[in-house]
């Protein structure tokens, strides 16, 4: 997913994993958006869940490929 920072306004990328753990985030802390981190300017930028859903169509509550089943 690209991001274009609000700050410096420079963009840069966030990979799959962690579009579905800020997913997993938003819906286990019912927050209204996620703060992701500027690498250039190290602002923050709000990110809602919706743009994250069309990043990750195929996301699902709890399903998120980070979390790794006890064993």
Known sequence: ???HCT???RPFAINKE???AALDEIHN???SHYNAICPHCRRSNRISPKELKRAAPDW???ESST???EE
């Open 7 to 9: 700050n410096c306004h």
């Open 67 to 69: 979390t790794q089943p």
């Open 18 to 20: 962690t579009v579905n």
């Open 1 to 3: 997913m690209q991001v």
């Open 29 to 31: 802390e019912d927050l």
């Open 60 to 62: 699902k509550p709890g």
